[in-house]
């Protein structure tokens, strides 16, 4: 079945680095957009970031605009983030989501599915 | 921009209807999705483009799209429908994705 599964988060200081992984299974990764999407605890959805199926377009939030950057490998399955200059305001879940499929503009994508979520936390 | 504004909060009897509105600029134009939120679980999509709904999800969620108002409909809401629901869209102004506030459901 279409699985998500992220991986990578944990405890990290202010202005330190991490790099989320997601490895997707049960379809052809290369066929659609991927994106992340975090949830500080107690809080809404955040998007943060966007990327076409052959990486040739990237959108991010104004929030991790200059400090994040979105990635994949359809090769090997797996979507990327890698996160630099963490602040605390950073700590959140953090959630894979298949996109658009064979998507020519994300104007009409939705998620779906969503992994289970990998969290960090961005503290001293 | 878009700011997607919902109720925090719908209180529903079992066996009502359930409304969740998302309140929005130039709604009309944009494909609006709703996403089910459960205590300790990841969303789960229940509306796509405006309306339709995806296999698995029962007829009793409908949503709709007109003016600057999205709204969730659940029909004969049971006690597994608590959760919190979000709208979505795509701000093709500033090329970001954009969710709603959220509303949490309670089945009183």
């Known amino acids: 079945q279409v699985q998500l599964v992220e991986s990578g988060g944990g405890l990290v200081k202010p202005g330190g680095s991490l790099r989320l992984s997601c490895e997707a299974s049960g379809f052809t990764l290369s066929d659609y957009y991927m994106g992340w999407i975090r949830q500080a605890p107690g809080k809404g959805l955040e998007w943060i970031s966007y990327i076409s199926s052959t990486s040739s377009t990237k959108f991010y939030a104004d929030s991790v605009q200059g400090r994040f950057i979105i990635s994949r490998d359809n090769a090997k399955n797996s979507l990327f983030l890698q996160m630099s200059g963490l602040r605390p305001e950073d700590t959140a879940l953090y959630y894979c989501a298949r996109g658009g499929y064979f998507s020519s503009s994300p104007e009409r994508d939705w998620f779906d599915p969503w992994g289970q979520g990998t969290l960090v936390t961005v503290s001293s | 921009s878009d700011v997607l504004t919902q109720p925090p909060s719908v209180s529903v009897a079992p066996g009502k209807t359930a409304s969740i509105t998302c309140a929005g600029n130039?709604?009309?134009?944009?494909?609006v999705h709703w996403y089910q939120q459960k205590p300790g679980q990841a969303p789960k999509l229940v509306i796509f483009f405006d309306t339709d709904r995806p296999a698995g999800i029962p007829e009793r969620f409908s949503g709709s799209n007109s003016g600057n108002t999205a709204t969730l409909s659940i029909t004969r809401v049971e006690a597994g429908d608590e959760a919190d629901y979000y709208c979505?869209?795509?701000?093709?102004?500033?090329?970001?994705?954009?969710f709603g506030t959220g509303t949490k459901v309670t089945v009183l």
């Open positions: 130039y709604f009309g134009s944009k494909s």
């Open positions: 979505q869209v795509w701000d093709n102004i500033r090329d970001h994705c954009v």
